[in-house]
């Protein structure tokens, strides 16, 4: 009950917050926190690192923006229909990719992503090194007008609750269970007679469709869609978001991506954006050195209480 | 024009030869990766940025220092290769115990901070190296041009890439490697500094990176980024030929290359993407790669 409360007050603050912080800043954070929630779900509850992530990002990005450009249809179902493409290729990925375990899971998910990032280089319709400017925001159900700030703020974090829900219901079920099994002992799941293979599958899927809303969204908010987000810079960044909230930990991608986000718009504004790389370099050392926990994690150890279980 | 079977044999034999340079970088990368990985069970993904360190070094010493590309042949595998052992020592060897996720994200970090740094000094435009008096100029055999810089890539990359098989094969220094490789505890217990293995295999492994750069300097531009494309090309080739052989991951380097500059002749469209599909092809058929010993 304790937790339930948690997540009130943070919803709470969240319906609040577009009257204290500027909105694009928080949308930018809730896309990228449902990214790195999605992105936690293989990584902190299957034990699955893939070092392709921006792939589905940029994918449903790709596609909404493409639709929304050209087809003139409603934001819902182009976020639907970005979805649904990055959920495909996930489909293909992640049947590729469970078949190998570890640091060869790591690599295969990043060369695939390699290949579509290629592919969306010089396919015509991405609009190549430029991307696709000016993507029309357009009306929500032809109701609401989401050129408005606001009106796009409450969408986006409706969207985001939605996507956390799914994983915290994802995580909570039996079937979140079995994938915990996995995680913990691979072999002994397999000798209890689930089909790991198929568990990891669906779980794929479920994070690259979500990945997928996440990029989607992003899409509509910053009315853009480029080659930045399928670059493995990208699937980088999300990697680091995660473990800077801590991975395995329900809020950790939500604290880690406003902690990263918050970071590079500090330091883009400054003279220490040129630094940018180097300091997220750093923070990647200094996390995986001394504080592998991740920021939720370290707050679980102190008052020893486990906010994902 | 000498064609056979419509095809335009000095366009072929360019491409193939392009794509024998690229297999001999990809080969040299794979096999350090190979190497590193057996005794270490990680990943490093600064492999890539440390060719590209090895390539700037070189340009450095050229340009502030007047070390010609002969003396850098030397240097600079030595210098990376103490920038790896310090890299092992200090960095990775705290966190040897912990899942091995760890390391690769370490190395993923270290390998973002030195593509940063050096964006940051050089910019990211391309540098040139200029190709050694000695090997300018080239030979004309009877369907090709053969520039001597490229042909001495390939030799000198093959020699030191069949050298180091033998070493680990054949010597007594390969043995323990190998051994530290199926148990090192039990190695240990022989009285065999394990933990030195470890520091000085993976400094010789990201040598072998250092090399590469060298080597690469003169042909391709020098700049911050080579080092990343260049990695992730090289996973997918870890990836189809399997880390169960050295022989393996060096045969898989070079034979990859050559499939790349086949594409580029026939199917120039894909040649950016040709390896990634193999790759698929290899996941969907076999999925423990090539050479791969694993179930």
Same mark, same amino acid.
């Given at each position: 009950?304790?937790?339930?409360?948690?997540?009130?007050?943070?919803?709470?603050?969240?319906?609040?917050? !577009?009257?204290?912080?500027?909105?694009? @800043?928080?949308?930018?954070?809730?896309?990228?926190?449902?990214?790195?929630? /999605?992105?936690?779900?293989?990584?902190?509850?299957?034990?699955?690192?893939?070092?392709?992530?921006?792939?589905?990002?940029?994918?449903?990005?790709?596609? *909404?923006?493409? =639709?929304?450009?050209? *087809?003139?249809?409603?934001?819902?179902?182009?976020?639907?229909?970005?979805?649904?493409?990055?959920?495909?290729?996930?489909?293909?990925?992640?049947?590729?990719?469970?078949?190998?375990?570890?640091?060869?899971?790591?690599?295969?998910?990043?060369?695939?992503?390699?290949?579509?990032?290629?592919?969306?280089?010089?396919?015509?319709?991405?609009?190549?090194?430029?991307?696709?400017?000016?993507?029309?925001?357009? &009306?929500?159900?032809?109701?609401?007008?989401?050129?408005?700030?606001?009106?796009?703020?409450?969408?986006? =974090?409706?969207?985001?609750?939605?996507?956390?829900?799914?994983?915290?219901?994802?995580?909570?079920?039996?079937?979140?269970?079995?994938?915990?099994?996995?995680?913990?002992? &691979?072999?002994?799941?397999?000798?209890?007679?689930?089909?790991?293979?198929? $568990?990891?599958?669906?779980?794929?899927?479920?994070?690259? /469709?979500?990945?997928?809303?996440?990029?989607?969204?992003?899409?509509?908010?910053?009315?853009? /869609?480029?080659? *930045?987000?399928?670059?493995?810079?990208?699937?980088?960044?999300?990697?680091?978001?995660?473990?800077?909230?801590?991975?395995?930990?329900?809020?950790? !991608?939500?604290?880690?991506?406003?902690?990263?986000?918050?970071?590079?718009?500090?330091?883009?504004?400054?003279?220490?954006?040129?630094?940018?790389?180097?300091?997220?370099?750093?923070?990647?050392?200094?996390?995986?050195?001394?504080?592998?926990?991740?920021?939720?994690?370290?707050?679980?150890?102190?008052?020893?209480?486990?906010?994902?279980? | 024009?000498?064609?056979?079977?419509?095809?335009?044999?000095?366009?072929?034999?360019?491409?193939?030869?392009?794509?024998?340079?690229?297999?001999?970088?990809?080969?040299?990368?794979?096999?350090?990766?190979?190497?590193?990985?057996?005794?270490?069970?990680?990943?490093?993904?600064?492999?890539?940025?440390?060719?590209?360190?090895?390539?700037?070094?070189?340009?450095? /010493?050229?340009?502030?220092?007047?070390?010609?590309?002969?003396?850098?042949?030397?240097?600079?595998?030595?210098?990376?290769?103490?920038?790896?052992?310090?890299?092992?020592?200090?960095? =990775?060897?705290?966190?040897?115990?912990?899942?091995?996720?760890?390391?690769?994200?370490?190395?993923?970090?270290?390998?973002?901070?030195?593509?940063?740094?050096?964006?940051?000094?050089?910019?990211?435009?391309?540098?040139?190296?200029?190709?050694?008096?000695?090997?300018?100029?080239?030979?004309?055999?009877? @369907?090709?041009?053969? !520039?001597?810089?490229?042909?001495?890539?390939?030799?000198?990359?093959?020699?030191?890439?069949?050298?180091?098989?033998?070493?680990? &094969?054949?010597?007594?220094?390969?043995?323990? =490697?190998?051994?530290?490789? &199926?148990?090192?505890?039990?190695?240990?217990?022989?009285?065999?500094?394990?933990?030195?293995?470890?520091?000085?295999?993976?400094?010789?492994?990201?040598?072998?990176?250092?090399?590469?750069?060298?080597?690469?300097?003169?042909? $391709?531009?020098?700049?911050?980024?080579?080092?990343?494309?260049?990695?992730?090309?090289?996973?997918?080739?870890?990836?189809?030929?399997?880390?169960?052989?050295?022989?393996?991951?060096?045969?898989?380097?070079?034979?990859?290359?050559?499939?790349?500059?086949?594409?580029?002749?026939? $199917?120039?469209?894909?040649?950016? *993407?040709?390896?990634?599909?193999?790759?698929?092809?290899?996941?969907?058929?076999?999925?423990?790669?090539?050479?791969?010993?694993?179930?």
């Amino acid at each position: 009950m304790k937790i339930n409360k948690l997540y009130l007050g943070l919803l709470g603050f969240a319906l609040i917050a !577009p009257t204290i912080l500027y909105p694009v @800043f928080l949308m930018k954070v809730l896309c990228f926190a449902l990214f790195a929630c /999605a992105f936690n779900l293989l990584l902190g509850f299957v034990g699955l690192l893939s070092f392709g992530h921006a792939v589905f990002l940029g994918t449903g990005g790709y596609v *909404t923006g493409y =639709l929304m450009m050209n *087809t003139g249809i409603t934001p819902e179902l182009g976020i639907l229909c970005g979805t649904a493409a990055a959920a495909l290729l996930g489909a293909f990925y992640g049947k590729l990719s469970v078949k190998r375990e570890g640091i060869y899971f790591a690599m295969v998910t990043l060369a695939l992503a390699q290949l579509m990032f290629f592919v969306y280089l010089q396919a015509p319709f991405t609009g190549g090194e430029d991307g696709m400017q000016g993507v029309p925001r357009g &009306e929500l159900f032809g109701l609401i007008d989401l050129s408005d700030n606001m009106a796009m703020y409450y969408f986006v =974090l409706a969207v985001f609750v939605f996507g956390f829900w799914l994983i915290h219901r994802t995580i909570h079920s039996p079937f979140g269970q079995v994938l915990k099994a996995i995680r913990e002992n &691979e072999p002994r799941a397999v000798s209890l007679g689930y089909n790991v293979n198929d $568990y990891k599958w669906v779980a794929f899927i479920i994070s690259s /469709a979500l990945a997928g809303l996440a990029g989607s969204t992003k899409t509509l908010v910053f009315q853009l /869609a480029s080659l *930045t987000d399928v670059h493995w810079h990208m699937s980088g960044e999300v990697v680091l978001m995660t473990l800077v909230g801590g991975m395995g930990t329900i809020l950790g !991608p939500l604290v880690g991506a406003g902690v990263v986000v918050g970071i590079q718009n500090y330091l883009s504004g400054g003279e220490l954006g040129n630094y940018l790389h180097i300091i997220m370099g750093a923070i990647f050392v200094i996390c995986v050195l001394a504080f592998r926990s991740g920021i939720v994690g370290e707050i679980n150890k102190v008052i020893k209480r486990n906010f994902s279980s | 024009m000498v064609t056979f079977l419509g095809i335009n044999l000095f366009g072929l034999s360019g491409q193939l030869l392009v794509g024998l340079i690229n297999g001999s970088f990809y080969a040299l990368l794979s096999l350090g990766l190979a190497i590193i990985f057996g005794l270490l069970k990680i990943i490093n993904f600064a492999q890539g940025a440390l060719y590209m360190v090895g390539a700037f070094i070189a340009w450095m /010493a050229l340009q502030y220092m007047g070390i010609n590309y002969w003396a850098a042949l030397i240097i600079v595998p030595l210098l990376v290769g103490v920038i790896g052992v310090l890299m092992e020592r200090y960095l =990775l060897r705290p966190i040897a115990n912990e899942d091995h996720l760890y390391s690769l994200l370490l190395t993923f970090g270290i390998a973002l901070i030195l593509q940063g740094a050096f964006t940051h000094g050089f910019g990211s435009s391309g540098l040139s190296y200029a190709i050694p008096a000695e090997l300018k100029g080239g030979t004309k055999l009877p @369907f090709m041009y053969l !520039p001597n810089y490229r042909a001495w890539i390939i030799v000198a990359s093959i020699t030191v890439c069949f050298g180091t098989w033998w070493m680990i &094969e054949k010597t007594k220094l390969g043995a323990y =490697l190998r051994a530290g490789t &199926e148990n090192p505890q039990m190695m240990q217990a022989f009285g065999i500094n394990v933990p030195l293995i470890v520091t000085l295999t993976f400094g010789f492994g990201v040598a072998l990176a250092g090399l590469a750069g060298v080597m690469a300097a003169p042909v $391709y531009a020098v700049s911050p980024e080579m080092g990343s494309n260049m990695l992730i090309v090289v996973f997918a080739i870890v990836v189809i030929g399997g880390m169960g052989s050295i022989g393996g991951a060096i045969l898989t380097g070079l034979g990859m290359g050559v499939v790349e500059g086949l594409t580029k002749y026939f $199917y120039p469209e894909a040649s950016t *993407t040709i390896i990634f599909l193999v790759m698929v092809v290899v996941l969907l058929l076999k999925p423990a790669g090539l050479f791969g010993k694993e179930a």
